[in-house]
């Protein structure tokens, strides 16, 4: 790769893919892969999905791009869709090119209608590259450590009953910032009670509660949305990554409270992508298959499978520390050693998420995964943990991080 700047802070394992199907990646030898992270997460319906790759060639063959003047009917039949998922009658969506530029977008517009200097977020959420959520101004957020509170519960942090939590000035904050799950990679969930709080106390001032549903969003954990694990109505909801199987849109749909909150009249935002037809016409297609197919129940239940067999595997090394998940977004944090697995893994031929200073190996796999695929990967992973359950290579492991 001599002409090509690779900065996304992971190392580069393969330079010659040259095909992907479903779960399956094929390089140039012809040799082959499973991906467990469905390629940052997005392609939830599978690599080169068919419906996606014949609407993408007859959609581009029509209209493509749009302009400042001109919009498709596609964009509001689309948006039709995500808003009866996200259960907002009287709703609004906008389609952009980003998860990060669609939680800069909702961001936005919370801040023109609140009437409060801070937004509220957990300290380990992840909520975007760029703009106002990718290096929080004290002056305007509340960075909450729920795991640092004093609570003392290593699963779900902060019950919010306790002095640290009684200690949030709600009395400035108007706009709750939740990313349900996924947790800068850790996959960490939040209790409800923290949760059910947290909306209550700012809801009830009248504030705003923004969901971050790029990541844990189009039937990833369980249900169409990571909030929806909540008692949570959100005003803005923020789409990207699984919304577009790996083309490049996200979307953000906009409550009718909001619509109608007179500070919202005159909202501005405007770039080069905004609303196109593609983009909008594989959102809706995305959304048809997994709803036609019961894709949300299978994740759910492909979910639970996959995190039992895990917990099996628990019991049978050390090496194991913990599993954490909902629906297929799942962690397993290991005592030591998750480099050399992560390595050995890929040599077996299944690529998993890693995240990079910690012990933790993520997989997010298309919620088309084969049962056949699950049951493949957890023999081979127990495999692996047996040869590391050897004193000497547990060792040579550790010393090598």
């Known amino acids: 790769m001599e002409n090509l700047i690779w900065s996304t802070g992971h190392q580069l394992k393969f330079d010659n893919i040259v095909e992907a199907n479903n779960c399956h990646l094929t390089d140039s030898s012809g040799n082959q892969w499973v991906d ?9 319906i599978g690599h080169s999905n068919p419906r996606i790759a014949k609407l993408i060639s007859e959609q581009a063959g029509k209209l493509m791009h749009t302009g400042f003047c001109y919009c498709s009917a596609l964009n509001d039949r689309t948006s039709k869709k995500i808003l009866e998922i996200n259960s907002m009658p ?73 002095k640290s939590f009684r200690e949030i000035p709600f009395h400035e904050i108007g706009i709750f910032l939740l990313e349900p799950g996924s947790s800068s990679g850790l996959v960490r969930f939040a209790s409800d009670s923290l949760i059910n709080r947290i909306v209550h106390q700012v809801k009830s001032a009248g504030g705003i509660v923004v969901a971050n549903e790029v990541t844990t969003g189009i039937g990833r954990t369980g249900k169409w949305f990571g909030y929806q694990h909540y008692q949570v109505n959100p005003g803005l909801v923020a789409m990207g990554k699984g919304l577009g199987n790996g083309y490049p849109v996200s979307a953000v749909a906009v409550s009718h409270e909001i619509l109608n909150n007179p500070a919202f009249e005159g909202f501005h935002f405007s770039q080069s992508h905004q609303n196109d037809a593609l983009g909008a016409a ?80 993520r997989l997010d796999p298309a919620l088309t995964i084969d049962l056949g695929i699950i049951d493949q990967f957890i023999a081979t992973l127990r495999g692996l943990l047996l040869e590391l359950t050897d004193e000497k290579a547990q060792n040579t492991c550790t010393n090598n991080r």
């Open 36 to 44: 467990l992270e469905s390629g940052v997460w997005s392609t939830s």
């Open 90 to 162: 009287g709703g609004k969506c906008e389609f952009l090119t980003s998860g990060s530029e669609a939680v800069e977008y909702a961001m936005r517009i919370a801040r023109r209608v609140s009437q409060k200097p801070l937004a509220l977020t957990f300290s380990d959420s992840y909520n975007g590259a760029y703009g106002d959520v990718s290096m929080p101004d004290p002056s305007s957020w509340f960075i909450y450590d729920r795991f640092g509170c004093g609570c003392n519960d290593p699963v779900y942090g902060c019950s919010g009953n306790c």
């Open 282 to 361: 594989i959102a809706g297609e995305v959304i048809d298959i997994i709803s036609e197919n019961e894709l949300v129940k299978s994740s759910e239940i492909l979910g639970e499978y996959l995190k039992t067999s895990l917990l099996v595997l628990k019991e049978e090394t050390t090496l194991i520390k913990e599993v954490r998940g909902r629906g297929l977004m799942l962690a397993i944090e290991f005592t030591s050693c998750a480099d050399a697995i992560y390595n050995n893994l890929i040599l077996k031929g299944f690529i998993t998420g890693r995240r990079r200073g910690t012990e933790v190996l």
